[in-house]
T-cell receptor, first 112, second 115 residues
Framework: KQEVTQIPAALSVPEGENLVLNCSFT??????LQWFRQDPGKGLTSLLL?????REQTSGRLNASLDKSSGRSTLYIAASQPGDSATYLC???????????FGAGTRLAVHP | EPEVTQTPSHQVTQMGQEVILRCVPI?????FYWYRQILGQKVEFLVS????????KSEIFDDQFSVERPDGSNFTLKIRSTKLEDSAMYFC?????????????FGEGSRLTVL
């Protein structure tokens, strides 16, 4: 059974720092991996999608990497800002019709 | 920018009552989903829907749950007889991509509180 783990569970940093959020999954037979942002009480905003054949994806200050064989992905946030404060969720697609298995998230606080 | 919209944003109901949550997926998307998040827990898959039928469902999605695409634009989740443990945030999502490869776009969620 696929399990997704995110480390750390929470992170508090000063503005301007570069950050790395970690995601690991137990079954490497995934089709894709998606990173989301969730603000308190809100929906999920898609940040990056990495297909299983890809090694990384970039969008602005965000870069996500995927090492499928070792069951790991990292989300790199450059030059963090207070507006980046949110919970970041990692989810893997286990095939079928894109059923996503989610991690518990990393709660990020960026203080001025 | 196209988005998934959900109504109501919050619904309070009594145990045993029927609830319908509504979603309008992104217009050219073909794959539709319901997920839920119990407070403090992980987001979990409920059901996927493609070509007017359920394509996959989780163990949570028992006979009390049903989904429908009644008019080609709306996508609904019905809970026939709500239980206290159905209290959660319910998220609708849609995707244009093919099986297992598409990016999912989520709505803002409908918070269901069962008393």
């Amino acid at each position: 059974k696929q399990e997704v783990t995110q480390i750390p569970a929470a992170l508090s940093v000063p503005e301007g720092e570069n950050l790395v959020l970690n995601c690991s999954f137990t079954d490497s037979a995934i089709y894709n991996l998606q990173w989301f942002r969730q603000d308190p009480g809100k929906g999920l905003t898609s940040l990056l999608l990495i297909q299983s054949s890809q090694r990384e994806q970039t969008s602005g200050r965000l870069n996500a990497s995927l090492d499928k064989s070792s069951g790991r992905s990292t989300l790199y946030i450059a030059a963090s800002q207070p507006g980046d404060s949110a919970t970041y969720l990692c989810a893997v697609s286990t095939g079928g019709y894109n059923k996503l298995i989610f991690g518990a998230g990393t709660r990020l606080a960026v203080h001025p | 920018e196209p988005e998934v919209t959900q109504t109501p944003s919050h619904q309070v109901t009594q145990m045993g009552q029927e609830v319908i949550l509504r979603c309008v997926p992104i217009s050219n998307h073909l794959y539709f989903y319901w997920y839920r998040q119990i407070l403090g827990q992980k987001v979990e898959f409920l059901v996927s829907f493609y070509n007017n039928e359920i394509s996959e469902k989780s163990e949570i999605f028992d006979d009390q749950f049903s989904v429908e695409r009644p008019d080609g634009s709306n996508f609904t989740l019905k809970i026939r007889s709500t239980k206290l443990e159905d209290s959660a945030m319910y998220f609708c999502a849609s995707s244009s991509g093919g099986r297992a490869t598409g990016e999912l776009f989520f709505g803002e969620g409908s918070r269901l509180t069962v008393l």
